[in-house]
């Protein structure tokens, strides 16, 4: 079963392997992306299209917020969120 | 506590005087840094090339500047003729090299079409596209490029793009500016002259250039001046009109784009303001009403210029080395 936790090890991994060279650093779950220069407008786009391919969401405009998508905590919460609903 | 108070008019400028200091850096580099005997400009159609090349001529004379006009099939159809419009108007020597072919043979246009089908896959012959970004002031979402449309029956579509597709798309279309500096580089050769950039402000600040495209250059003799600047200095250097009123175009994509929808946040005349205000440390609230936004719209721009600015570091860096080498010792 996908629980917040197993997602948010998955978004970690994702990130410390596409943005961090495997560094992990002081990365936490709640590190911002943005704010912590870890990701760019590019990794954005990267982050989306991982989450849509993975877990089979389809991301909408008005979606596209740092409260989905700033931190790891942030990006488990919003999948979470989406696999529970029906695919809008 | 600021000097002033925040205006439009903290941008006005002596312009006689300013010509005169540009005019003078450029003798200096052209002359005594690079031993060089003269500037080689691109001539867009637009006002920043047309400024360089004519401040270039009031401080080097016509016989030593030299324009290139290089159009290309999606570029608009006013393009050559506003360019080679100011050259004659500048009295200046300049070729017309038509990149076109080029761009046929390593696959520019190819490569491009390809991207855009990964995520509109009835893109074909006919179709004009370019790629757009939705605005930055409106609220915090993040912004995501989308690639619109035009089929030959006029119907526009919109669709986001994904990683591949927008890389491959900018991939490809950066042969442009690249091919481009390959023909500035060689006329310089042939010439001994060096390369001019022409990026003002607003484009060397935020990075809205290719690395070794139109951001290649010896000298860059606009890139501290703000838009608004160079649309003045046009006026006071007597531009023709019809540069002077062109609007800004990236001018690369076959459907018509100005800058603001592909890169800027707000028109130049406004994005202007905010980076100078931003620049001289005024705060958000005091340049809002100069602007006709609210200062949360002013923090969202001023967030974007960063962000900018941030991916900006990697266009202008030179080569990384592992030490100092040669002349760097």
Known sequence: MTTIHSLAVEMRSFVITTFLFGE???????????????????????????IEETYAIRV?????????????????????????KPAS | MFPLSFSPDLLKLDYAQEADRIGAMLR?????????????????????????????VQTLGKDRVFGLLMPELDSSS???????GLAEH???????????????????????????????????P????????????????????????QYPDGRQTETRLDLPAYLGIVAATNFKQRTRKMFEYYHADRLNYVVSGTPNRLEYDQGFFVKLGDGAADVKPIAHLYKTQVYAMAGFLGLPESICRRPPTTDTYSLPQSQEE?????????????????????????????VGLNAEQVERVFKDIDGKRRVAQYLHSPPVLIEPVGHEQ
């Open chain 1, 24 to 50: 992990a650093g002081d990365l936490q779950d709640d590190t911002s992306f943005m704010g912590g220069g870890i990701i760019d407008s590019t990794g954005i786009l990267e982050l989306v299209m991982f």
């Open chain 1, 60 to 84: 909408q405009p008005e979606e596209m917020l740092p409260e989905n998508f700033d931190s790891v905590n942030r990006v488990a919460a919003f999948i979470s969120r989406k696999l529970s």
């Open chain 2, 28 to 56: 200096e580099a052209i002359f005594h840094r690079f031993k060089k005997r003269g500037l080689v400009v691109a001539l867009s159609g637009g006002i920043d090339s047309s400024v360089v090349a004519a401040l270039a």
């Open chain 2, 78 to 84: 006013e393009t050559l003729p506003l360019s080679r």
């Open chain 2, 90 to 124: 500048l009295g200046i020597q300049y070729a017309h090299e038509d990149i076109s072919p080029i761009l046929e043979a390593v696959g520019c246009y190819r490569r491009r079409d390809e991207a855009i089908r990964r995520v509109v896959e009835d893109y074909g």
């Open chain 2, 126 to 149: 006919g179709c004009q596209s370019k790629i757009v970004l939705p605005p930055v002031v409106a609220d915090d979402q993040y912004r995501l490029f989308k690639v619109v449309v």
């Open chain 2, 262 to 290: 592909f890169y800027f946040s707000l028109p130049y005349g406004k994005m202007d303001l905010v980076l100078y205000g931003k620049n001289n440390g005024f705060p958000a609230r005091e340049i809002a009403p100069a």
